[in-house]
């Protein structure tokens, strides 16, 4: 399976998980603390860097999957096992924007081997402006699947640009954390603006259905969250649609927003964690996020 199979090969690469050593082609210079997981956490929590931090670093990459794949993954497999209409589609097109280390394809082959999705050509394109940062992991997956995968190391903000260009519409559009990610590195205008660009996208494609999936830390802007950017984009697709917001149970905090409706089951779909690997990364145990689901329906011909 991808995911363990990817495990296991960042996992070795990330040979100084033990050890605190510095990586001999760090890009943090003096400030390295030795340990890639204290540079994500500089990376999240910028106000705990002693300089500014960034994903800039293909060994924080391998690392980043160690620690954050099961859960992503697990919570990705949940909301794409709502969409039925996808099961039998011979040819599925797969989008993700702001796509990192893929841990949607992570899913989407667990469900492929669970006999859920049946396709018999998966096509995927994956949109990250860090293709530097995660060129390891994508050049792993391409070497797991083979044809049919391609990466544009492009801003997100481009999207909608490299479809029509390409004249190749998904029939899965997926975002995944990345509209905190973007609150946190761009103006909330820029976030409207691109928003309005992919619902203006959306709305005119109506030969088929399309299906968007966006997964993401259950927070409010308030928080440093982009909870409230899933209903921006809900709002702007226009009629035909139907819509389900859903989340987890959080076994990490005492509350948690109710945004829609709640999984029956928080627990990892991916859960055969090795012991070395849960003591050198302590990898999240359940899915805690917030979802929003939305089917775009085929526009209605008129005769």
Known sequence: MLL????EKCSYR???QNEHEQCEDCSYGDNCPGDCQKCMQYVHYPQNAPVPRKYDCVHMADCYYCKYAYKYASEITYGLACFAEIRNKKTLKIMSVGCGPCTELAAVDYLKEKGVLNYEKLQYRGIDPLGNVWRRIWSDIKEYFGNGINFYQKDILELVDIITRHSWVPDVLIFQYVFSDMYKNSSTIEINQFIDK???FLNA???KPIYILCNDINLSKAYNGGREFFDALESKISNPKI???????NNNKDRHFEYGDEYKRNCLIFDDIPDEIRKAYNPFDSCASAQILI?????EVIR
């Open 205 to 207: 494609c109506g030969e």
């Open 14 to 16: 990330d040979k100084f």
């Open 4 to 7: 363990y199979d990817l495990i």
């Open 243 to 249: 819509v389900r917001r859903m989340h987890f149970n």
């Open 295 to 299: 089917k775009k329906e085929q526009k």
């Open 198 to 200: 992919l619902a203006t």
